[in-house]
C-alpha cells in the first residue's frame, strides 16, 4: 500500500511561493497517476495539477502560469511549486495516487479515480 505525507505547506502574503512536496513510499512514481488537490472550507475538493507515468503535466486553469507540478523520481517525491499566490489559493492541500493508469492521468481525472491520500498541509494566503 502507497503511503503520502505532504509537507512545505505554511502562510504567506500575496505574491509569495511555497513549494509542496509530497514523499511516496511504496513503489516507483512511474507506476502512478499523481495528482494535487486543494479544499477550501465549504467548498468541494478541486484538483489544481497531475503528472502522468510519462512525466507528462497538467494544471488547472486557476493556477496555470502561477503552479507547476513535477516529480523526482529518484528520491520518489512528488512537488508543487506555487508562485505569485493569491489569497483565493489558501485552502488545504493534498497529494493523490493510483495505479489505475488506464482511466487517465489529466487534470480531468475525478477526486474518487485516486485511492491514496496524504493527511494534507495547510496554505494561507493573507492579503
Known amino acids: 500500500q502507497v503511503q503520502l505525507v505532504e509537507s512545505g505547506g505554511g502562510s504567506v502574503q500575496a505574491g509569495g511561493s511555497l513549494r509542496l512536496s509530497c514523499a511516496v513510499s511504496?513503489?516507483?512514481?512511474?507506476?502512478?497517476?499523481l495528482g494535487w488537490f486543494r479544499q477550501a472550507p465549504g467548498k468541494e475538493r478541486e484538483g489544481i495539477a497531475a503528472?502522468?507515468?510519462?512525466?507528462?503535466?497538467s494544471v488547472a486553469d486557476s493556477v496555470k502560469g502561477r503552479f507547476t507540478i513535477s516529480q523526482d523520481n529518484a528520491k520518489n517525491t512528488l512537488s508543487l511549486q506555487m508562485n505569485s499566490l493569491k489569497p483565493e489559493d489558501t485552502a488545504m492541500y493534498y497529494c493523490?495516487?493510483?495505479?489505475?493508469?488506464?482511466?487517465?492521468?489529466?487534470?480531468?481525472?475525478?477526486?474518487?479515480?485516486?485511492?491514496?491520500w496524504g493527511q494534507g498541509t495547510q496554505v494561507t494566503v493573507s492579503s
Open positions: 493523490a495516487a493510483d495505479r489505475k493508469l488506464w482511466l487517465g492521468c489529466g487534470i480531468e481525472r475525478d477526486v474518487d479515480y485516486y485511492n491514496s
Open positions: 503528472i502522468d507515468n510519462g512525466g507528462r503535466t
Open positions: 511504496g513503489y516507483s512514481l512511474d507506476m502512478y497517476c
